[in-house]
């Protein structure tokens, strides 16, 4: 056994020392080859579809819940998209000062570089280990829930719908192994399914507000703000619950090595998200509650989209046939949140992240896709799909994934702020995001990672696990990153002789390993 180890060991220094003296070899050669097979439609989708996955059909009910009118929830859901939009356009700004795959975890790395890039490498550890993996495991039992709906199956929770769940990961899975086009092309199809999902729920609710359907009359809008809650950490699960539901106009980030020309595509492609899903989002919220009565709504949990439908359109149409599309849209989203973390754990092994990265990582040569990256990830969704007890599983772990989420992008806007004051003239800049909008995206960021450990009224009594438990996992997770942080980039490094944080200055100009004005012209922007 200890000349296995010691074969392995002189196997991650060879491997490393290229970090050594050419810091960027391996990432050169990533961005030079990578394919540009993201355009503007494929790069708008890919937020789009994230976004429109299972959080507008999911989360309004418990939303109602937790702030008491619908109302008020139309007002979280509006002040989500304008700092959503804040934070978009710091993740802009420094989409264009460096152009590579990787996307926020490059970006902490050259905000925050000291001490060795310790906020880049925990994010990264979160992002792969819990944060992309959670949130897949939380979505493939909502597919379950609309379509054993549809089905007619009154038991449309549990093991049944994580049964559906399992199915359809590994289909994902299996897509993204076979063909990176071919991918694309399912999250470029199923946001149009999205996208019309969402119109027809959007159009129908205007259309019974103006007597062309006929519900059943409810006061949800008549009311006002009667029976708000004043309760700080009832509107903090609440903002989780909607910045769940925005969270996605990220997703290109982590593979801009892939996108053609960025100076157009990016500003348009994210910003653009955000805009065409927060309108969406907003009327959706009015459809649904001027059809669903307020106590039915509530009660109606994670099917709420499918409650609607069945009262506006009946049972053929309305608990049949849209459930089906509704998942189909959450299918959507797991498609785009396993397109992209499986670059970045690519990415993380080219900066060197990633001991013996070279066995793990990297494009198959036979199918141009990250294998192993992608089975690693699958496993890790196994776990968080299949390990929970039956229960309130979705909310507990979109409150355990959101906490590292949204402290990370605060972070990061934080980091664009400070970069236009120590590189105020980065060559690559082509785009600079208002400072007002990204404070205010900062703040919320610092709300909602602190109020959820403030107690509610009453504590955790009635509820299904005490109100603390999903951030303090998010909050373990994130420290216990410390350790293999410390093994991987003060112990290794001191041992092996090898620097592994020599890329963040070698690349600090954006312009390391990549042609700006060549890349652009690449192809035609003609394509999907």
């Given at each position: 056994?200890?000349?296995?180890?010691r074969?392995?060991?002189?196997?991650?220094?060879?491997?490393?020392?290229?970090?050594?003296?050419?810091?960027?070899?391996s990432?050169?050669?990533?961005?030079?080859?990578?394919?540009?097979n993201?355009?503007l439609?494929?790069?708008?989708?890919?937020?789009?579809?994230?976004?429109?996955?299972?959080?507008i059909?999911?989360?309004p009910?418990?939303?109602l819940?937790?702030?008491?009118?619908?109302?008020m929830?139309?007002?979280?859901?509006?002040?989500?998209?304008?700092?959503?939009?804040?934070?978009?356009?710091?993740?802009?700004?420094?989409?264009?000062?460096?152009?590579?795959?990787?996307?926020?975890?490059?970006?902490?790395?050259?905000?925050?570089?000291r001490?060795?890039i310790?906020?880049?490498?925990?994010?990264?550890?979160?992002m792969?280990v819990?944060?992309?993996?959670?949130?897949?495991?939380?979505?493939g039992?909502?597919?379950?829930?609309?379509?054993?709906?549809?089905?007619?199956?009154?038991?449309?929770?549990?093991?049944?719908?994580?049964?559906?769940?399992?199915?359809?990961?590994?289909?994902?899975?299996?897509?993204?192994?076979?063909?990176?086009?071919?991918?694309l092309?399912?999250?470029?199809?199923?946001?149009?399914?999205?996208?019309?999902?969402l119109?027809?729920?959007?159009?129908?609710?205007?259309?019974?507000?103006?007597?062309?359907?006929?519900v059943?009359?409810?006061?949800n809008?008549?009311?006002?703000?009667?029976?708000?809650?004043?309760?700080?950490?009832?509107?903090?699960?609440?903002?989780?619950?909607?910045?769940?539901?925005?969270?996605?106009?990220?997703?290109?980030?982590?593979?801009?090595?892939e996108?053609?020309?960025?100076?157009?595509?990016?500003?348009?492609?994210i910003?653009?998200?955000?805009?065409?899903?927060?309108?969406?989002?907003?009327?959706?919220?009015?459809?649904?509650?001027?059809?669903?009565?307020l106590?039915v709504?509530?009660?109606s949990?994670?099917?709420?989209?499918?409650?609607?439908?069945?009262?506006?359109?009946?049972?053929?149409?309305?608990?049949?046939?849209?459930?089906?599309?509704?998942?189909?849209?959450?299918?959507?989203?797991?498609?785009?949140?396993?397109?992209?973390?499986?670059?970045?754990?690519?990415?993380a092994n080219?900066?060197?992240?990633?001991?013996?990265?070279?066995?793990?990582?990297?494009?198959?040569?036979?199918?141009?896709?990250?294998?192993?990256?992608l089975v690693?990830?699958?496993?890790?969704?196994?776990?968080?799909?299949?390990?929970?007890?039956?229960?309130?599983?979705?909310?507990?772990?979109?409150?355990?994934?959101?906490?590292?989420t949204w402290?990370?992008?605060?972070?990061?806007a934080?980091?664009?702020?400070?970069?236009?004051?120590?590189k105020?003239?980065?060559?690559l800049?082509?785009?600079?995001?208002?400072?007002?909008?990204?404070?205010?995206?900062?703040?919320?960021?610092?709300?909602?990672?602190?109020?959820?450990?403030?107690?509610?009224?009453?504590?955790?009594?009635?509820?299904?696990?005490?109100?603390?438990?999903?951030?303090l996992?998010?909050l373990?997770?994130?420290?216990?990153?410390?350790?293999?942080?410390?093994?991987?980039?003060?112990?290794?490094?001191?041992?092996?002789?090898?620097?592994?944080?020599?890329?963040?200055?070698?690349?600090?100009?954006g312009?390391?390993?990549?042609d700006?004005?060549?890349e652009?012209s690449?192809?035609a922007?003609?394509?999907?």
């Amino acid at each position: 056994m200890a000349p296995n180890i010691r074969r392995l060991w002189r196997s991650d220094k060879a491997e490393t020392a290229s970090h050594d003296s050419d810091a960027q070899s391996s990432e050169t050669a990533s961005v030079k080859s990578a394919n540009k097979n993201i355009g503007l439609f494929s790069a708008t989708a890919m937020g789009v579809s994230l976004m429109i996955g299972s959080g507008i059909f999911s989360t309004p009910a418990s939303i109602l819940g937790l702030v008491g009118s619908p109302a008020m929830t139309l007002i979280l859901w509006g002040l989500g998209a304008i700092i959503s939009y804040g934070g978009a356009t710091a993740f802009i700004e420094l989409g264009l000062m460096y152009r590579k795959n990787g996307g926020t975890m490059r970006f902490l790395a050259h905000g925050f570089p000291r001490p060795k890039i310790v906020l880049a490498y925990l994010f990264a550890w979160v992002m792969v280990v819990c944060i992309r993996p959670g949130a897949i495991a939380a979505n493939g039992p909502v597919i379950g829930k609309y379509w054993l709906y549809a089905a007619g199956s009154s038991h449309n929770d549990g093991w049944q719908a994580r049964g559906v769940g399992f199915a359809c990961i590994t289909f994902v899975t299996a897509i993204n192994i076979l063909s990176a086009k071919w991918s694309l092309r399912l999250i470029n199809l199923l946001t149009v399914v999205k996208i019309v999902v969402l119109l027809i729920i959007v159009v129908s609710g205007i259309v019974a507000a103006a007597g062309g359907i006929k519900v059943e009359e409810n006061d949800n809008w008549s009311r006002g703000f009667r029976g708000t809650s004043k309760d700080a950490h009832s509107y903090a699960s609440a903002l989780t619950k909607v910045f769940w539901a925005y969270d996605g106009f990220t997703n290109l980030v982590y593979s801009l090595g892939e996108l053609r020309k960025p100076e157009r595509n990016l500003p348009w492609s994210i910003g653009g998200s955000v805009v065409i899903v927060g309108f969406l989002y907003i009327m959706a919220n009015v459809a649904f509650f001027f059809v669903v009565p307020l106590d039915v709504a509530i009660n109606s949990e994670e099917i709420l989209a499918a409650e609607f439908t069945y009262r506006v359109f009946g049972h053929s149409v309305g608990r049949i046939a849209l459930p089906v599309f509704i998942g189909l849209s959450v299918l959507g989203a797991i498609c785009a949140q396993t397109y992209g973390v499986s670059r970045l754990l690519d990415s993380a092994n080219e900066v060197g992240f990633v001991p013996y990265g070279s066995r793990i990582c990297g494009n198959n040569k036979k199918l141009g896709t990250p294998v192993y990256s992608l089975v690693i990830m699958y496993g890790l969704t196994m776990i968080y799909l299949l390990a929970p007890p039956p229960g309130k599983v979705f909310d507990l772990l979109v409150d355990f994934v959101q906490w590292s989420t949204w402290l990370f992008y605060g972070l990061t806007a934080a980091g664009a702020i400070v970069l236009r004051f120590t590189k105020p003239q980065h060559r690559l800049r082509s785009f600079k995001s208002f400072h007002p909008l990204n404070i205010l995206f900062i703040i919320f960021c610092i709300y909602i990672t602190i109020f959820p450990f403030v107690p509610p009224k009453g504590g955790s009594k009635g509820a299904p696990y005490p109100y603390y438990l999903s951030p303090l996992l998010g909050l373990i997770t994130t420290v216990a990153g410390l350790v293999p942080w410390y093994f991987r980039m003060v112990w290794w490094p001191k041992k092996s002789g090898v620097d592994l944080v020599a890329w963040v200055e070698k690349e600090a100009d954006g312009l390391e390993g990549e042609d700006p004005i060549k890349e652009d012209s690449v192809e035609a922007d003609t394509k999907a």
